[in-house]
């Protein structure tokens, strides 16, 4: 049974591989600029820092990464909050739903790892207030400092996405 459960996750993973090369490159970026600014973070493998960065994602700055890819795919997506159990954001892009983890729907991420089980019944479209208020509840559970640091890092980051793919796009217009 699990490897029916890894087919149909690279198939779900084949299918939003553009999505999945954004996320791969958020993880990447922010993993280099915050865990590689801390010298006993630079000792540690990349799975370590991979893990790390998916955890730091996954408990408590689960709404910047929803913010970030906001973002980036403006046009096409929409953040869904779920105040229930647990509280978590995650992406709508196009007919899927996305986190730090990749594909909702997959039941293991493009490294191999299984991820997180999300009920997507239990989220709402969010909109400017119910995500405001779902960023409320996520700071009270850490310290400003860390919250301005993972912030002001994540804005880096999206800046220089958000620039590549402009970049990218001008030299596929001229093309």
């Given at each position: ?25 958020i993880?990447s ?14 000792k ?5 820092k ?90 009270t ?23 590549e793919r402009k970049n ?8």
């Amino acid at each position: 049974m699990e490897d029916y459960f890894k087919k149909v996750s690279e198939l779900i993973n084949k299918q939003s591989e553009p999505i999945l090369d954004v996320i791969d490159s958020i993880i990447s970026k922010f993993s280099q600029k915050y865990l590689d600014s801390d010298s006993d973070f630079q000792k540690l493998d990349e799975d370590t820092k991979y893990q790390l960065t998916m955890s730091i994602f996954m408990e408590g700055s689960c709404y910047y990464f929803s913010h970030m890819l906001n973002k980036i795919f403006e046009n096409d997506s929409k953040i869904y909050t779920s105040a229930s159990n647990d509280f978590h954001s995650v992406v709508k892009i196009g007919y899927s739903f996305y986190d730090v983890q990749g594909n909702i729907a997959s039941t293991y991420n493009r490294k191999g790892y299984v991820r997180s089980y999300v009920d997507i019944s239990q989220y709402k479209e969010a909109d400017e207030e119910s995500y405001n208020y779902f960023v409320d509840l996520c700071h009270t559970q850490r310290n400003k400092e860390s919250i301005k640091k993972i912030e002001g890092i994540c804005d880096e980051v999206l800046e220089e996405i958000i620039s590549e793919r402009k970049n990218k796009e001008k030299k596929l217009s001229q093309n």
